[in-house]
DNA sequence: GTCTATATCTCGATAGAC
DNA sequence: GTCTATCGAGATATAGAC
């Protein structure tokens, strides 16, 4: 379902470029289960038969279980780290438009958010090092922009607030099940999302007005 | 493998209650296992060693894994319904204490965040039935308690705003890897934990302030 | 490059001795 | 009530025909 499988010339030879294509459907189906299941709760059976082919059939196109794995996140983040890097090297602070661009970005793109989640629930004796991996490039990133942005609290209220904007942004699609249950429209609603941005719009606004140095709650 | 780690009771000769105390040891193994890896990743066997048994005998306890499993929702759970029930029944309104009380509950209880990520993780062709009943429980409580609080702002908006309250007061503790690796202390320090709560009560002091009819973003 | 067949492992659950 | 032994299912990965 996600990711662009289909951007090879159409005219060119035909079975040429074959096994390339069965890579990319291989891809399209990873990325939906992996993002769906979860690492271990996908089977590379199902995967192969999403694809088209047999299980054994994986081995000639990726390494391991865990190559296919990497190899689906790389390609499914990519708008994100595009997204980041035109943020970062653009002339404004990219920092208030995090999080309208960053919404409609994880609308468009289902599975990423469903892919980022399983580095928040990785376990310790067996952690998830793909997902975390990615999840400490994003946070990267976000650290980066609010730098730019001229955010300068306390090392610690800076970590709270990110993590905070953090959750906000993909929570709200981590949750979209829940979301659904109350409204009985899905997350992607037009108006559910307008609501969420107002929100996190409103939050964002909000946080320089609790910078208090000695952290005490009234 | 090694099940070497007997401790056995030091008082007196009480085998009356040893059937009951093995449960209850099985319960506390299963939940710590449950919390860190989830339902599919856990195997009885591990469960079983850290209980001090042998895998079959798990069985003289708990009907099945789903039946262990449903059993230690019931008992992790325990005290966010507690709290809930008090601050419904309570004199003032809970709404504003809910944010430190149940902040402090999660701290206290490190099991539960990561018993109930689980439904948000949950997948559609195989959804964790457990869990999601008890994340529904939960999200009802904070309905009935921003009802009782006199918030009755439209439907859509209601709802979004509950997602992201949800969101900010277990997010903190399921990223607390993350903000671990932000900050080098844990996310039970204390002013890490005062920093939240004053973010929290920032955030939910600017939710009315955000209620517009139409919903459009400036 | 795709197939069938299979090796090896781990899982949940059951049977039966004590 | 705990143990040893084991079953049947499903997992990843490999071998070899075509």
């Known amino acids: 379902m996600e990711g662009a499988s289909n951007q090879l010339p159409k005219g060119s030879g035909a079975a040429i470029n074959k ?3 069965t890579a990319n459907r291989i891809l399209d189906a990873a990325e939906a289960l992996f993002a769906r299941n979860g690492y271990e709760a996908t089977s590379l059976r ?10 054994p059939g994986l081995y000639k196109h990726f390494a391991s279980k865990e190559d ?16 980041m890097d035109q943020l970062l090297t653009g002339s404004d602070d990219g920092f208030d438009q995090l999080a309208n661009r960053m919404t409609d970005l994880l609308a468009q ?10 580095a928040v629930v990785s376990s310790d004796s067996q952690p998830d090092l793909v997902a975390l991996d990615w999840l400490n490039r994003v946070v990267g990133y976000g650290r980066r922009l609010s730098e730019k942005a001229g955010e300068d609290p306390a090392g610690d209220l800076l970590a709270v607030q990110i993590v905070a904007i953090f ?7 981590w949750a979209s099940p829940l979301l659904e249950s109350l409204t009985g429209k899905p997350a992607t609603d037009e ?5 969420q941005k107002t929100l996190l719009q409103t939050f964002i606004a909000a946080l320089p007005g609790m910078a208090e140095p000695a952290g005490k709650v009234p």
């Open 167 to 173: 959750n906000m942004l993909f929570g709200f699609f």
């Open 46 to 55: 199902d995967i192969a038969a999403e694809a088209g082919i047999q299980q």
């Open 109 to 118: 793109h289902p599975t990423i958010a469903r892919l980022l989640v399983r």
């Open 19 to 21: 096994g390339r294509r």
């Open 68 to 83: 296919l794995y990497r190899q689906v996140y790389e390609r499914a983040l990519r708008p994100v780290t595009d997204l």
């Open 191 to 195: 108006r559910a999302m307008a609501l």
